[in-house]
């Protein structure tokens, strides 16, 4: 009778939770991420494990680059749900921004857990391509004295290249782009527009020409050749 009882009273409760979730969501697709936190907030508060909403709060905190609260809600997903890769890529980038704006002895002291849950990661989840895409930028901006190693970054960019051709072509065009080699960049840029024909590859191609190679030309007609594709 008492658990009766307790479920009478504690239904309507979750009725309203519910429905601020549901509207939270919404205002989170419509990307209104303001007047959607706090309806979050009280969605969590009515059920302190609900890791949906524990997400999108981490999410919404991430977007307005306040990494100290989006790496709590991160680091309470991870330990609920601890087999869960994206919840380790989360975790991980907030973790690497929030090291890009600390000084210098900080942000080594996180290179270690950064490193690691990128690599938890794809542990969990062998085809992870986000988190292979930043242990890349992780070892191309790492000074080689604390870990930074274009093999390194190379050998996460061959296994992109098995997993999503596309990411593949991108990560070595990145790679040689970052190291100077504007030539093999555009090689693998091209190889990227020919593969996957997406705006991203297109636009990739087309900063190279404009802002490396200096050649604004062909930044402009790679543009065209895009525009003239999605018209057709």
């Given at each position: 009778m008492k658990k009766l009882l307790l479920l009478f009273f504690l239904f309507p409760?979750?009725?309203?939770?519910?429905?601020?979730?549901?509207?939270?969501?919404?205002?989170?697709?419509?990307?209104?991420?303001?007047?959607?936190?706090?309806?979050?907030?009280?969605?969590?508060?009515?059920?302190?494990?609900?890791?949906?909403?524990?997400?999108?709060?981490?999410?919404?905190?991430?977007?307005?680059?306040?990494?100290?609260?989006?790496?709590?809600?991160?680091?309470?997903?991870?330990?609920?749900?601890?087999?869960?890769?994206?919840?380790?890529?989360?975790?991980?980038?907030?973790?690497?921004?929030?090291?890009?704006?600390?000084?210098?002895?900080?942000?080594?002291?996180?290179?270690?857990?950064?490193?690691?849950?990128?690599?938890?990661?794809?542990?969990?989840?062998?085809?992870?391509?986000?988190?292979?895409?930043?242990?890349?930028?992780?070892?191309?901006?790492?000074?080689?004295?604390?870990?930074?190693?274009?093999?390194?970054?190379?050998?996460?960019?061959?296994?992109?290249?098995?997993?999503?051709?596309?990411?593949?072509?991108?990560?070595?065009?990145?790679?040689?782009?970052?190291?100077?080699?504007?030539?093999?960049?555009?090689k693998y840029y091209r190889l990227a527009v020919e593969t996957g024909g997406s705006?991203?590859?297109?636009?990739?191609?087309?900063?190279?020409?404009?802002?490396?190679?200096?050649?604004?030309?062909?930044?402009?007609?790679?543009?065209?050749?895009?525009?003239?594709?999605?018209?057709?």
């Open positions: 409760m979750l009725i309203f939770a519910q429905s601020d979730f549901q509207l939270a969501e919404k205002l989170f697709a419509q990307q209104n991420y303001q007047q959607a936190k706090p309806l979050f907030e009280k969605a969590l508060k009515a059920n302190p494990g609900d890791l949906r909403s524990m997400e999108y709060l981490g999410d919404i905190c991430a977007v307005s680059k306040d990494w100290k609260s989006s790496i709590y809600y991160y680091e309470k997903l991870r330990k609920s749900k601890p087999f869960e890769a994206n919840y380790y890529y989360k975790y991980g980038g907030a973790l690497g921004m929030l090291a890009k704006e600390s000084n210098k002895f900080k942000a080594l002291a996180m290179i270690g857990d950064i490193r690691d849950s990128f690599e938890k990661a794809i542990a969990l989840e062998p085809k992870h391509i986000g988190a292979r895409w930043a242990l890349i930028e992780l070892y191309l901006q790492l000074p080689g004295i604390v870990g930074g190693s274009e093999t390194k970054a190379s050998r996460y960019a061959d296994e992109l290249l098995t997993i999503s051709p596309v990411d593949g072509y991108l990560a070595k065009g990145r790679i040689a782009e970052y190291f100077e080699r504007f030539q093999t960049a555009e705006k991203t590859t297109y636009q990739k191609l087309a900063d190279l020409y404009k802002n490396k190679m200096h050649q604004p030309e062909k930044a402009r007609i790679v543009l065209a050749e895009f525009n003239n594709k999605t018209k057709s």
